[in-house]
């Protein structure tokens, strides 16, 4: 049994393909294979590669030694396994037949792309992620009910946080401990967790290390895992002790700027009115040099993809889009403060995938 209509999928594409004027859609690592067949390939120095075409039935090329792996969806592709002693790329040229346009996934090895151009000399290559983008930025009931999913078990997470011990522990010990929480309740693999303490949450993607937490330090925790291929991300703030006064005018401005954001999602605005009116909370208080990324992306199975909430960014915002509104403020060599929640526009507004409690969590 498969969740997902692979079928409906590649005939979007194809009439897609048929748009653009595309004859062979040519998809290797990355997230377009597992959307259009249900297989997600290694990431290997061998080529795993799937041929659409508007006129042949769907090819995946995989070794001979993956093929176990796949899981066959029947009438949506076949299978041609290559052994060690055959050319995959003289396999892949063959069945792509003459083509004029090709699309080629985004996430394919250069060494790949640059030999099948070798082979293909008439062909012109062109970027398979509008197409691909198109398909994928719009979210599937189905796909939804897994952010949902993702969603609560990080949510459990959050709310066990809230009593957990974090002083005396290194920051890399705490992060251990998220991806295990999350593990137990529910996700997929380990997932991701960042822990970031004191002047460390000044930077936003930091790195958890060995600093040990204590007291008066606050702690950023931006942590997800997957469910079914679907993620979860949320941050919640956390603090060893009482904050202090600026601390909490800091998190109460990044509280607000975060519900402005979520409040600004409905169908037809742009992606960057979403990021104006999230930003325009922390500018007012007076902290917009602080808040120094975008205010978020989009989340399905990659967890950064379109549509990017971010000034520039006039993409129309739809139902059935998932992504994140995650504004923060970080003030060099004192704290950071993010909150995060990832939404889904639905018809009128946004559906919340995270309802944890977003005030600061004071915790040992
Ligand atoms: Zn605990
Ligand atoms: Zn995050
Ligand atoms: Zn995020």
Redesign the pocket.
């Known amino acids: 049994m498969t969740l997902f209509d692979y079928h409906a999928r590649l005939g979007r594409a194809r009439s897609e393909m048929e748009k653009r004027n595309v004859d062979a859609l040519l998809v290797s690592l990355g997230s377009d294979l597992p959307y259009l067949t249900g297989y997600r390939a290694m990431p290997l120095e061998r080529l795993t590669m799937a041929i659409v075409r508007r006129d042949a039935p769907v090819v995946l090329v995989v070794p001979e030694l993956e093929a176990p792996r796949v899981e066959p969806v029947p009438d949506v592709f076949e299978i041609r396994p290559w052994a060690e002693i055959e050319d995959p790329i003289g396999i892949v040229a063959a069945l792509a037949g003459r083509p004029r346009t090709v699309m080629i996934g985004d996430h394919t090895w250069a060494v790949f792309l640059l030999a099948l151009q070798g082979s293909l000399p008439t062909a012109d290559f062109i970027s398979a992620r509008p197409l691909t983008e198109a398909l994928r930025v719009i979210k599937e009931p189905a796909e939804i009910e897994l952010l949902r999913r993702a969603g609560a078990s990080a949510d459990t997470v959050a709310a066990h946080l809230a009593d957990h011990s974090f002083a005396g522990k290194t920051e890399l010990q705490v992060s251990r401990e998220v991806s295990g929480l999350l593990e137990e309740n529910g996700t997929d693999a380990a997932g991701f967790a960042?822990v970031a303490s004191g002047p460390n949450g000044a930077s936003p993607h930091h790195e958890p290390g060995h600093r040990v937490i204590g007291d008066g330090d606050a702690v950023v925790v931006?942590f997800?895992g997957t469910v079914g291929g679907y993620g979860s991300?949320?941050?919640r703030m956390f603090h060893v002790g009482e904050p202090s006064a600026k601390y909490l005018e800091v998190h109460g401005v990044v509280a607000a700027a975060q519900e402005a954001g979520v409040r600004a999602v409905r169908p037809g605005v742009s992606a960057e009115s979403v990021d104006a009116a999230a930003r325009a909370v922390i500018a007012d208080a007076g902290y917009g040099d602080f808040f120094i990324h975008r205010t978020g992306h989009g989340i399905g199975l990659d967890g950064h993809e379109d549509p990017y909430i971010v000034s520039g960014n006039e993409q129309e915002i739809l139902p059935g889009m998932a992504f994140?509104i995650?504004p923060g403020i970080y003030l060099p060599g004192e704290f950071g403060v993010r909150i995060?929640d990832i939404v889904v526009c639905t018809n009128t507004g946004a559906e919340r995938m995270n309802t944890s409690p977003k005030q600061v969590a004071i915790v040992r």
Do not use: Y
């Open positions: 960042i931006d997800g991300d949320t941050t994140s995650e995060e």
